[in-house]
């Protein structure tokens, strides 16, 4: 397994509407939930009617597929990261994270 490092940098939003995010983009991703509407975008890109910014972030990305069976990925590299004081945000899609 590999992670590869997205030049680039992230925001995490909280919207008051899914309609105020531009899914074109490459590397957004929009979530909602019963309580709020959040979007991870790139930085660049936050929409301007966005209720809350969370700036700075950055990205990698763990190259290949990742099988459904697959058990602690994500825990391993969590812990690899807290030991040297990176907080995480994960985001999975349907054949990595």
Known sequence: ME???LDRD???????SAGEADLTRPFTFLSVTD???SLVC???HVPEAALTVENGWKGLKI????DF???GV???IAGILAEHGISIFVIST???D
């Open 69 to 71: 069976g697959m058990i």
């Open 10 to 16: 992230f925001a995490v939003c909280q919207l008051a």
């Open 74 to 76: 994500i825990a391993r």
């Open 3 to 5: 992670l590869q490092p």
């Open 94 to 96: 349907f054949t990595t």
């Open 42 to 44: 790139e930085q660049n």
């Open 35 to 37: 309580d709020e509407i």
């Open 63 to 66: 190259k290949g597929v990742l």
